[in-house]
C-alpha cells in the first residue's frame, strides 16, 4: 500500500459525511486487494507451500478499509491474532505480510499485548499531544479478555486517543431494534461514544470511522465501534461486502468490470512478486 502523507476528512453537510467518489473506488480497490490476499492465502495453505495457520478473515474487507484506510503512517494499529489486514492496509509490504501469516518470522502476539501496545501508543500520544491515534481491532471472542475491559476503562478515564473495533455477529431472526441493543458490547458503562455499524456497510463504517477517528486526533478522547454480521444459526449470511460495495458503486455509477480486471491483474503480480520468498515456503 503507498504511504499516506496527510489525513483524508471527508466534508460534514448537514450532519452526514460526504464520501467522494474517488474515495469510494478507493474503498472498493483495497477491500477487492484484501479479499485477493486471503485467497492467495488459503490457496498456498491448500497446496501445502504455507506453514502458517492463514488470515482467516475473509468477509471482514469492509470493517478493515473502512477505518484502516485513512490512518497515517505514525498512528498505531493493533489486532487480533491472525488478523492482518489492517496492517496491509496501513501500509505492512507483502512479502512482511506473508512472512508473518506463515509463522516465518514475527511470531504472532497475544492479544493482551496487542492491546498493551496500543493503550501505550495511545498514552505517549497524548501526552505528546502529538493528533496521532491508536486502533485496536478485535473479535467478538477477544473480547471477552479482562485486557480489553482494562484498556476502555484506561481510555475512558484518561480520554485517551483510540478507537476499539469489535467484530461481532448476531442472529438474523432478531428484529431491528433488538438487534441495535443486543450490538452494543455488555462492558462495564463506558463514558465515550459506542457506536454500533453494519459490517457488510464499507461506505457506512468507513463514516463512522472518520467521525471517531477525528474525535480522537482533536484530544476528545475514545471511541468504541462495533461492527455487525448477521447470522442464521451457526452459519454467517452469505451477505458479502465486496459484492455489496460493487453494487453500490454500479448504483452511482462508478463502477465498470475494465476498472476491477485492471486492479486484479495488477495486484495479482504483486502477490506473485512477494509469495515466493524462501521462508514462506516449506
Not at 184 to 208: E, H, M, Q, W
Request: hydrophobic share 40%; net charge positive; with cysteine.
Amino acid at each position: 500500500m503507498k504511504t499516506k502523507s496527510k489525513e483524508h476528512t471527508p466534508a460534514v453537510q448537514n450532519g452526514i459525511s460526504l464520501v467522494s467518489n474517488r474515495k469510494l473506488l478507493a474503498l472498493y480497490s483495497t477491500m477487492l486487494k484484501c479479499r485477493m490476499i486471503e485467497e492467495r492465502i488459503r490457496i498456498l495453505i491448500e497446496q501445502s507451500r504455507f506453514t502458517g495457520n492463514g488470515c482467516a478473515v475473509a468477509g471482514q474487507e469492509a470493517t478493515a478499509a473502512g477505518v484502516a484506510i485513512d490512518l497515517l503512517p505514525e498512528d498505531t494499529v493493533s489486532a487480533f491474532p491472525g488478523d492482518l489486514i489492517p496492517l496491509f492496509i496501513k501500509g505492512l509490504p507483502l512479502v512482511k505480510l506473508f512472512a508473518r501469516a506463515s509463522g516465518a518470522s514475527h511470531p504472532s502476539l497475544t492479544i493482551d499485548a496487542q492491546i498493551m501496545i496500543a493503550t501505550s501508543a495511545a498514552i505517549a500520544n497524548k501526552n505528546s499531544k502529538n493528533k496521532r491515534i491508536a486502533v485496536i481491532f478485535c473479535s467478538r471472542e477477544c473480547t471477552s479478555h479482562s485486557s480489553w475491559q482494562e484498556a476502555l476503562n484506561s481510555a475512558g478515564v484518561h480520554a485517551l486517543p483510540v478507537i476499539f473495533i469489535s467484530q461481532s455477529s448476531l442472529p438474523s431472526s432478531l428484529d431491528r431494534q433488538t438487534k441495535a441493543n443486543r450490538g452494543r458490547l455488555k462492558t462495564k458503562a463506558c463514558s465515550f461514544p459506542i457506536l454500533t455499524v453494519d459490517g457488510n456497510d464499507a461506505v457506512a463504517v468507513y463514516r463512522v470511522a472518520c467521525e471517531a477517528i477525528a474525535h480522537a486526533r482533536m484530544g476528545d478522547g475514545p471511541t468504541l465501534i462495533e461492527c455487525l454480521r448477521w447470522k442464521a444459526g451457526d452459519t454467517l449470511l452469505d451477505d458479502d461486502p465486496l459484492l455489496n460495495m460493487e453494487k453500490y458503486l454500479v448504483g452511482k455509477g462508478l463502477f465498470k468490470e475494465e476498472f476491477k480486471r485492471k486492479i486484479a491483474a495488477g495486484f495479482s503480480r504483486e502477490l506473485d512478486a512477494a509469495v515466493p520468498a524462501r521462508n514462506l515456503l516449506k
